[in-house]
């Protein structure tokens, strides 16, 4: 079957994409309030687009018409973020910040999920999941009749829990299955991590 946005909806064809762009990583996202609280929410539009320097992005839209999500507020007025790779056993507290709460009301209070002070960084990193990618805000462009705000950040820090952390060569090696990725699929869908196989690059032929 073929189906084109001229003829459905926006919206049908909006869940339409998100169930054939399947598995999507998720971006559980620590920002600051006004008020100095924190903000936390998970959005599947989400991957990395740079390598030099290392540049991420996040899809934010806004809550209704005139108002802006809040992570998306708190990006542009204090360009510091903090991006989490939820894992699997999070997924109750993924989908509990995902509900809207009054601006300036924390997330990580109202769900009991603690914080952990990173060195040198003006915001903390969850506890729980096992990577965290400290950015600051590179560029905020406004795209699409709707005018979603695509968000990129500059990846400035990395951490690891040193578990996930599988030997330290030529490269250093991370074991996924530690991390234990949460993923994104249509509608009500989660995906988990299940069965990693390793492949190898065929060579060209000489």
């Not at 054939?20 to 959005?43: C, D, G, K, M």
């Not at 109750?92 to 914080?115: C, N």
């Amino acid at each position: 079957m073929i189906f084109s946005p001229a003829g459905l909806s926006t919206d049908v064809f909006y869940h339409l994409l998100n169930q054939a762009i399947i598995p999507r990583p998720i971006a559980w996202v620590i920002t600051r309030n006004p008020n100095q609280t924190y903000n936390l929410a998970p959005f599947s539009y989400f991957n990395g687009v740079a390598s030099e320097p290392p540049i991420i992005m996040i899809s934010v839209g806004w809550k209704d018409d005139s108002t802006r999500k809040d992570t998306w507020v708190n990006i542009d007025e204090r360009e510091d973020f903090v991006v989490h790779i939820p894992p699997a056993e999070m997924a109750e507290l993924v989908l509990g910040s995902s509900q809207a709460l009054p601006f300036g009301v924390s997330e990580t209070d109202h769900l009991k999920i603690k914080t952990a002070v990173v060195e040198g960084e003006k915001l903390p990193r969850l506890v729980g999941p096992k990577a965290a990618l400290f950015c600051k805000k590179h560029k905020i462009i406004e795209v699409g009749e709707d005018r979603q705000g695509l968000i990129l950040g500059e990846v400035k820090k990395l951490w690891m829990d040193d578990a996930a952390v599988k030997n330290q060569g030529e490269k250093i090696l991370i074991d996924p299955q530690i991390i234990n990725p949460l993923s994104r699929l249509g509608g009500n869908e989660y995906s988990l991590l299940g069965k990693v196989s390793s492949l190898r690059r065929s060579k060209p032929p000489i």
